[in-house]
C-alpha cells in the first residue's frame, strides 16, 4: 500500500515561531502536494512539486515556503506563524496521470 | 482552468443508489474527472477517475455525458460509512502530471 506520512497529526506552536511541517511519501512519485482545509472553503493548494528541487505556487502560498531536496519528502515551512494559519494540513502524492495519496492531516494551532 | 460545480449537500437513504452530480462545462479534451471522497478528520481518498467513457470499479461507477460537460458519481448501494464530502476534480494542467484543484465538494449525507 502506498504510503504518506505527516510527522505530527496536532501541533500548536506561538505566533512569530517557525513551522516546519514534514511529509514523507515511499512509493517514488514525482509529484507532491501541501494544501490547508477550512471549514467552509474546503481544500485549497497552497504548492506543490513536480520534482526534487522544482516547486510552483498554488492558489495561496503567501506566508508559505516548501522545500523538496529528496524526492521521497515535501516540507511545508510557516516562515512566521499567525493565527491565520491555524488549520488542518493535507499533503499528497502521486504518479503523473495517476490518483492522488493523502496523508492523514496536520491539525496545526497558532495560539 | 477548468472548474467544478457540485451541490453543497445530499441525502440518501441506506441501500439506495446515490447519484452525485459535477458540471465540468469548460473541461478541456484531454483533461480527466476525478472523484475523491473525505470521510471526517481523514485524508481525501481517490475514488475513480474517467475520460470520456463511462468507468465501473469496486467502489462505485462514473457516468460522463456525451460532450463531457458534466459527470455523475454513482454509489449503488449507499450505506452508511458512504457519508463522507465527495469531491469532483478535473486535472489541470498538462506537464508532469497536473495539479490537483478541489472545489467545495457535495456533503453526501446517508441516513438509515
Known amino acids: 500500500d502506498v504510503k504518506v506520512t505527516q510527522s505530527s497529526r496536532y501541533l500548536v506552536k506561538r505566533t512569530g515561531e517557525k513551522v516546519f511541517l514534514e511529509c514523507v511519501q515511499d512509493m517514488d512519485h514525482e509529484n507532491m502536494f501541501w494544501y490547508r482545509q477550512d471549514p467552509g472553503l474546503g481544500l485549497r493548494l497552497i504548492y506543490f512539486s513536480y520534482d526534487v528541487k522544482m516547486k510552483e505556487k498554488g492558489d495561496i502560498p503567501e506566508g508559505y515556503s516548501v522545500s523538496r531536496e529528496k524526492k521521497e519528502r515535501f516540507s511545508l515551512i510557516l516562515e512566521s506563524a499567525s493565527t491565520n494559519q491555524t488549520s488542518m494540513y493535507l499533503c499528497?502524492?502521486?504518479?503523473?496521470?495517476?490518483?492522488?495519496?493523502f496523508g492523514q492531516g496536520t491539525r496545526l494551532t497558532v495560539v | 482552468d477548468a472548474k467544478t460545480t457540485q451541490p453543497p449537500s445530499m441525502d440518501c437513504a441506506e441501500g439506495r443508489a446515490a447519484n452525485l452530480p459535477c458540471n465540468h462545462s469548460?473541461?478541456?479534451?484531454?483533461?480527466?474527472v476525478y472523484w475523491y471522497r473525505q470521510i471526517h478528520s481523514q485524508g481525501p481518498q481517490y475514488i475513480i477517475h474517467?475520460?470520456?467513457n463511462n468507468e465501473t470499479n469496486e467502489m462505485a461507477s462514473l457516468i460522463i455525458t456525451e460532450d463531457r460537460k458534466s459527470s455523475t458519481l454513482i454509489l449503488p448501494h449507499a450505506t452508511l460509512r458512504d457519508t463522507a464530502v465527495y469531491y469532483c476534480i478535473v486535472r489541470v494542467g498538462y506537464n508532469q502530471g497536473g495539479k490537483l484543484i478541489f472545489g467545495q465538494g457535495t456533503e453526501l449525507s446517508v441516513k438509515p
Open positions: 474517467g475520460l470520456k
Open positions: 499528497a502524492s502521486r504518479q503523473a496521470g495517476t490518483e492522488a495519496f
Open positions: 469548460t473541461i478541456s479534451g484531454n483533461e480527466y
